[in-house]
């Protein structure tokens, strides 16, 4: 098994500081996950972000969650800001499930996907994945973050990201090539976490998924609250 260290932080805004040209940019280039409203967006942590441009080509869905960039135009107050929304993605969104029994662990699956950026904002954790599937297929694969123990955690909280890709994902010792036939794909994720977690500062955290060329990988980190 292969083991990393992370540190997952409570994260409702990530700023990424770069110089801008233009006098009327205060922040460029920036990142925060939330919610869509009217012409806005609420990140994770309660910030109002006005949406009063928006080059990204797409048009944003009430309702939907966001992975945004963006550049701060202007501040309202501590907690609102005018701001240009340059890109965004929709995360696929679930909560955590309980480890299954043997009936639907099948179901359930155990095919490769990597974790390539993990975090924490408010009640989720997100994160960036890849799998590897079958070019141009339109079968949804499922994705789930089990937790070992929801009703009686543990100092540690043990999670195990895991995927079935219905026969489309070659197996793990198959270690496929990108081409033709096989893709692949990146995509976000959004899981709520269980209430009890909010209830302490900070929980060890291990998180465990299995990817080609690497076997079954284990995680290390921390929960800040």
Known sequence: MHSSN????????????????????????SFASGQVDENSFITDNGILMNITENTSGKQVKRGSRIFARFDILEQISRKEYNIRLLNFNIPLQKIVI???????????????????????????????????????????????????????PSDTLYFSLR??????????????????????????????????????????ISLSYTWYGKGKVSIKGYYRN
Request: hydrophobic share 35%; glycine share 4%.
């Open 6 to 29: 992370f540190t997952c932080l409570l994260i409702f805004l990530l700023f990424t500081l770069s110089c801008s040209k233009n006098e009327n940019v205060i922040l460029s280039y």
């Open 163 to 204: 995927h079935n890709g219905y026969g489309e994902s070659p197996a793990l010792e198959d270690k496929p090539k990108s081409n033709g036939e096989i893709s692949y794909n990146t995509f976000y994720a959004s899981f709520i976490l269980p209430p009890f977690i909010m209830f302490r500062l900070s929980y060890p």
């Open 98 to 152: 309980p480890l299954p029994n043997k009936k639907n662990d099948a179901e359930i699956g155990n095919d490769p996907i990597l974790i390539k950026s993990c975090w924490f904002s408010g009640i989720y954790i997100n994160m960036e994945l890849m799998i590897a599937s079958k070019t141009g297929s339109k079968t949804k694969h499922q994705i789930n973050l089990i937790m070992d123990d929801l009703s009686n």
